[in-house]
Nanobody
Framework: QVQLVESGGGLVQAGDSLRLSCVASGGTFSSSTMGWFRQAPGKEREFVAAIRRSGISTNYADSVKDRFAISRDNAKNTVYLQMNSLIPEDTAVYFC?????????????????WGQGTQVTVSS
């Protein structure tokens, strides 16, 4: 069983940056593809970014490409999401997810384990 704990969310102004962290335990982190999803009020949960176990291959939603960067430190069992140039539309609960496979997929159902989420609020 894999446990995921996110941190780093908060209230920021438009244009600011935040870095989210997700620490994994109870599983083989270095073998997992890790993803970030988000859910805004009244909306479906949506894919944000994912990274393969090697840390070399990544994938991003078009809405965050060139602003967000996903990375991982397998020695620390941690995946990060660096969010720059934040806009109010980025306001959401951000979830970390783990997929016990090397393929990068973007569907919510493709990930077996989920964290509880961390709130990010961007004011205009």
């Amino acid at each position: 069983q894999v446990q995921l704990v996110e941190s780093g969310g908060g209230l920021v102004q438009a244009g600011d940056s935040l870095r989210l962290s997700c620490v994994a335990s109870g599983g083989t982190f270095s073998s997992s593809t890790m993803g970030w999803f988000r859910q805004a009020p009244g909306k479906e949960r949506e894919f944000v970014a994912a990274i393969r176990r090697s840390g070399i291959s990544t994938n991003y939603a078009d809405s965050v490409k060139d602003r967000f960067a996903i990375s991982r430190d397998n020695a620390k069992n941690t995946v990060y999401l660096q969010m720059n140039s934040l806009i109010p539309e980025d306001t959401a609960v951000y979830f970390c997810a783990a997929r016990l496979s090397s393929r990068i997929l973007t569907g919510e159902s493709d990930y077996e384990y989920w964290g509880q989420g961390t709130q990010v609020t961007v004011s205009s």
